[in-house]
């Protein structure tokens, strides 16, 4: 295959003797087989990517992507856009929901502007990457330019770039951008080339009528965009966002880089999505948090093949899903890697 786009490169190989060895082990560590459920499959899956039986995580990294959304000119979110900047503070502040549990993980957070409507360049703390002052409004025009699509995925692949650097060896991707349900569920819907309305669901609130409303605005939208969006990244570029692309590039980048990722909701999910499909070897560096209540995320679960780790009708974004399945993910290498087995134990083994 011709490569003409970084994104195309090779992900980095899976050990299957590794994963192999840590199949043996949880054999014989002193449980029945099987009986650890999904925690097993867990620390068989960081064997393979880590190339240890006895794998380990000591640097778990989010990084928070902004970007707002033309689209809520139409009224799509039950808040107003001035709070994807008044959040970017309150992330760097300490105060958000992805704050408090990368501080409860003793994981790194990082916050990148990827382009807001407000102001939002004099903010300390934050990455400044605006690509441009939010997308426009993709009911009536693209999202963004092919060009802005490229420099938006690129800031993602950035961010790997620097936590590879710093020994990152579990990546979360996090959003925040008001109307960026509108975005994930136009996305979606013509990536998995499913009817929006099977999709949208309330975001931040939207309810009765004005979810009606929501649900009518996406459709038209789709219905403007489907003969333009012939691939992955012509549809990106038509309905989506800076920071859905932005954690499409570092979920790609983390592949090639062999960097695991726990996926987020429904928004991180429709980037994981569009990933997959412009290169497939990222799915195999990819676990799934947990299952948001926002009606579409079961639709890409689907096609992604995802096994949620949790589910508590949690419906925030910001990584918070991910952030929260990060204790069991330690949990399971935790008794893969110190569990006693039969031999040692002196525990009789079953036939
Ligand atoms: C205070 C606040 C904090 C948030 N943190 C994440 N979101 C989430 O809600 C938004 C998407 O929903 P919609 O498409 O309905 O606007 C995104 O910013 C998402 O990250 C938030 C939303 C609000 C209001
Ligand atoms: O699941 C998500 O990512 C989500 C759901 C609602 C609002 N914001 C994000």
């Given at each position: 295959?011709?490569v003409?786009?970084w994104w195309q490169?090779a992900?980095?190989?899976?050990?299957a003797?590794?994963q192999?060895q840590?199949?043996?082990r949880?054999?014989?560590?002193?449980?029945?087989p099987g009986?650890?459920g999904?925690?097993?499959?867990?620390?068989?899956a960081?064997a393979?990517?880590q190339g240890?039986?006895?794998p380990q995580?000591?640097?778990?990294?989010?990084v928070?992507?902004?970007?707002?959304?033309?689209?809520v000119?139409?009224?799509?979110?039950?808040?107003p856009?001035?709070?994807t900047?008044?959040?970017?503070?309150?992330?760097?502040?300490?105060?958000?929901?992805?704050?408090?549990?990368?501080?409860?993980h003793?994981?790194?957070?990082?916050?990148?502007?990827?382009?807001?409507?407000?102001p939002?360049?004099?903010l300390?703390?934050?990455?400044?990457?605006?690509?441009?002052?939010?997308t426009?409004?993709?009911?009536?025009?693209?999202?963004?330019s092919?060009?802005?699509?490229?420099?938006?995925?690129?800031i993602?692949?950035?961010?790997?770039?620097?936590l590879?650097?710093e020994g990152?060896?579990?990546?979360?991707a996090g959003?925040?951008?008001?109307?960026?349900t509108s975005?994930?569920?136009?996305l979606s819907?013509?990536?998995?080339?499913?009817d929006?309305?099977?999709?949208v669901?309330?975001g931040?609130g939207v309810?009765?009528?004005?979810?009606?409303?929501?649900?009518?605005?996406?459709?038209?939208?789709?219905?403007?965009a489907r003969?333009?969006a012939?691939?992955?990244?012509?549809?990106?570029?038509?309905?989506?966002?800076l920071?859905?692309?932005?954690m499409?590039?570092?979920?790609?980048?983390?592949?090639?880089?062999?960097?695991?990722?726990?996926?987020?909701?429904f928004?991180?999910?429709?980037?994981?999505?569009?990933?997959v499909?412009?290169?497939?070897?990222?799915?195999?560096?990819?676990?799934?948090?947990?299952?948001?209540a926002?009606?579409?995320?079961?639709?890409?679960l689907?096609a992604?093949?995802?096994?949620?780790?949790?589910?508590?009708?949690?419906?925030?974004?910001?990584?918070?899903?991910?952030?929260v399945?990060?204790?069991?993910?330690?949990?399971a290498?935790?008794?893969?890697?110190?569990m006693a087995?039969?031999?040692e134990a002196?525990v009789?083994?079953?036939?």
């Amino acid at each position: 295959m011709t490569v003409e786009f970084w994104w195309q490169q090779a992900t980095a190989p899976l050990s299957a003797e590794t994963q192999q060895q840590a199949l043996e082990r949880q054999s014989q560590l002193t449980k029945p087989p099987g009986s650890l459920g999904q925690l097993e499959d867990i620390a068989v899956a960081f064997a393979a990517w880590q190339g240890q039986v006895k794998p380990q995580i000591n640097n778990p990294q989010c990084v928070v992507f902004a970007g707002d959304h033309g689209v809520v000119a139409q009224g799509v979110s039950a808040f107003p856009q001035a709070v994807t900047v008044e959040m970017l503070k309150n992330f760097v502040a300490g105060g958000a929901a992805i704050s408090v549990l990368a501080r409860f993980h003793t994981m790194g957070l990082s916050v990148v502007n990827c382009g807001t409507a407000f102001p939002a360049d004099q903010l300390s703390g934050v990455i400044q990457r605006a690509v441009m002052s939010g997308t426009n409004d993709f009911s009536q025009q693209a999202a963004m330019s092919n060009t802005q699509a490229l420099q938006a995925l690129q800031i993602g692949a950035e961010q790997i770039d620097r936590l590879h650097g710093e020994g990152c060896d579990l990546f979360i991707a996090g959003e925040m951008g008001i109307g960026n349900t509108s975005a994930a569920s136009c996305l979606s819907a013509l990536l998995l080339k499913q009817d929006v309305n099977a999709l949208v669901g309330p975001g931040t609130g939207v309810q009765g009528e004005a979810l009606s409303h929501k649900q009518q605005i996406l459709a038209q939208s789709c219905e403007r965009a489907r003969t333009l969006a012939d691939s992955p990244l012509a549809a990106l570029e038509q309905l989506g966002g800076l920071e859905i692309a932005a954690m499409a590039g570092a979920y790609l980048r983390a592949a090639q880089l062999g960097i695991p990722v726990l996926v987020d909701g429904f928004i991180a999910s429709s980037a994981a999505l569009l990933a997959v499909q412009l290169n497939a070897g990222t799915r195999d560096w990819m676990l799934f948090g947990h299952s948001s209540a926002e009606p579409g995320h079961r639709a890409l679960l689907t096609a992604l093949d995802g096994k949620p780790l949790v589910q508590l009708g949690m419906r925030l974004g910001e990584g918070s899903g991910a952030a929260v399945a990060v204790g069991l993910v330690q949990q399971a290498l935790a008794l893969h890697n110190q569990m006693a087995t039969f031999a040692e134990a002196a525990v009789q083994s079953g036939n």
